[in-house]
């Protein structure tokens, strides 16, 4: 049987910026199936398609450029990308597609965040930043918590017209990583603040391909 995995780059904006994670994965399925390409599903008591988006993508998150890999059964050309766009919602749109012949390790990424603040909020953050802030995570009832600056590796934070601006750059740790927004809610919480989140964006994301 012919089995191929293909990897596809792809762009999410508002509004499907607010598709989560799980949903991502079906949208993208029921889309192959439309087009009748043939995909490989995994075996046991509930197969499903072999579906792996190499970053999973928060409810909220936008980016340039993102990827997911599929294994189908059977060959795709670029013409599958025109045929993707025109029946993807609005927000989402394919960008390119290669056969895949390597594995993506993820080094390190940039976000933008736009918040709604007070105008101290850039003087107090950096304040927050100074005092070796650290995020706490409950699972399982277990408490845990990460060091900040751990996984950060600069940050900017800028008043704009009408909202402040984060800019983070950030570490992958053996597959491990921090949010942007964990970090301004921990802020938040340390400094009870008000803010709200305008727009959160994945800017880039550097890798490596291994062979």
């Known amino acids: 049987m012919l089995v191929k995995r293909y ?15 799980l949903d991502m994965v ?3 399925e029921r889309a192959f199936r439309r087009l009748g390409i043939k995909l490989k599903f995994t075996e046991g008591f509930n197969p499903h398609p072999k579906i792996t988006f190499i970053l999973p993508m928060a409810v909220g998150l ?23 766009n025109l029946i993807l919602p609005k927000g989402l749109k394919v960008l390119k597609i290669e ?4 594995k993506i390790q993820v080094s390190d ?4 965040c736009f918040i709604e603040a007070k105008e101290d909020f850039c003087k107090l953050f950096e ?16 408490v845990t ?3 900040v600056w751990d996984y950060l590796l600069s940050y900017e934070c800028n008043k704009k017209e009408n909202s402040i601006e984060l800019v983070f750059h950030i570490n992958v740790i053996n597959g491990s990583y921090i949010k942007p927004e964990d970090i301004i809610k921990s802020f938040s ?10 727009k959160i964006e994945r800017e880039k994301v550097n890798y490596q391909r291994v062979i």
């Open 7 to 21: 990897r596809f780059y792809f762009s999410r904006d508002l509004p499907s910026c607010f598709i989560s994670h």
């Open 26 to 28: 079906r949208l993208f």
């Open 62 to 84: 936008c980016s340039p450029e993102e990827m997911f890999e599929v294994d189908v059964e059977e060959e795709l050309d670029e013409k599958v990308i025109e045929r993707l």
């Open 99 to 102: 056969e895949t012949i390597d």
């Open 109 to 112: 990424m940039y976000y933008k």
């Open 127 to 142: 304040d927050f930043m100074k005092e070796n802030p650290k995020i706490r995570r409950e699972k399982e009832g277990k």
């Open 145 to 147: 918590f990460r060091n």
């Open 189 to 198: 919480e340390e400094y009870n603040f008000e803010y709200k989140i305008l």
